[in-house]
């Protein structure tokens, strides 16, 4: 059973239809997490830390695999929670924005609702994928690419290729992002989480706040890849305690 820890928010009864879905699309990030999972097990000691060195053929497709099932998940939220506040966009502006939709940081700064994430970005100076608390124009660049990434990996298999804006997915001074890492993959999933989060919030009526429990999806963090205090106590998210490294 992957080692996973989980923050419960118990809120109210729903009243609108479209929060039925709300827990099936979470899903996505419960699939991600345990894709983490397996890659860390990849050699069979069950250690706490990551394995370190090369990644056996059989595990190289599955950061890839996470990437697009985290994206999947928070698009789904994402563009609920648009519908519900009638945030909307696309060739003829009926079209909920999703999690990589032009506009979509604007359109929820302009609902009174500034969107913020945490995630994974290529390194600079060192190997080691630094944690970002990303907003406004970072933000919104980061999503863009996450979209193109997400759509070159559904059509080609490998994110080679993908025409990249921002600095948040490329390395080493190229344009490019040769193949999808765990890092970046596993910063996806946690700010695609904050997003959803913070829309789904912000959708519902102070009578009646999101259905059910929202429930965090956070993969075991360890060493030099864990989020640091600052970030994992934000005052915009619930999380009031950190897993021990």
Known sequence: MPIRRVLLLVLSEPRHPEQ???????????????????????D???????????????????????????????????????SHMGIRGGVNGNTPLG??????????????????ARARVTPRRTRIHPWRLLEGADLDDYLADARSLR????????????VLRSPFFVMDGRSALPQMTLMLAEGLLQAAQDIAYLTLKAA???ASPVTGSWE?????????????????????????EQPDG
């Open 20 to 42: 039925a879905d709300v827990s099936m699309a979470r899903t996505g990030f419960h699939l991600a997490c345990d894709l983490i999972w397996v890659h860390g097990q990849r």
């Open 44 to 82: 069979g000691t069950g250690a706490k830390h990551r394995p370190r060195g090369h990644v056996p053929e059989p595990y190289t497709s599955l950061p890839a695999a996470v990437f697009m099932l985290a994206y999947a998940a928070g698009e789904s939220l994402v563009m609920q929670a648009s």
């Open 99 to 116: 999690l990589g939709s032009r506009g979509l940081v604007s359109a929820w700064a302009a609902a009174g609702t500034p969107l913020l």
């Open 151 to 162: 759509n070159r990996l559904a059509h080609t298999g490998t994110t080679d290729g993908a």
């Open 204 to 206: 519902a009526p102070a």
């Open 216 to 240: 965090w999806v956070l993969p075991q963090q360890s060493g030099t890849g864990a989020m640091s205090a600052r970030l994992w106590r934000h005052a915009a998210f619930p999380l009031d």
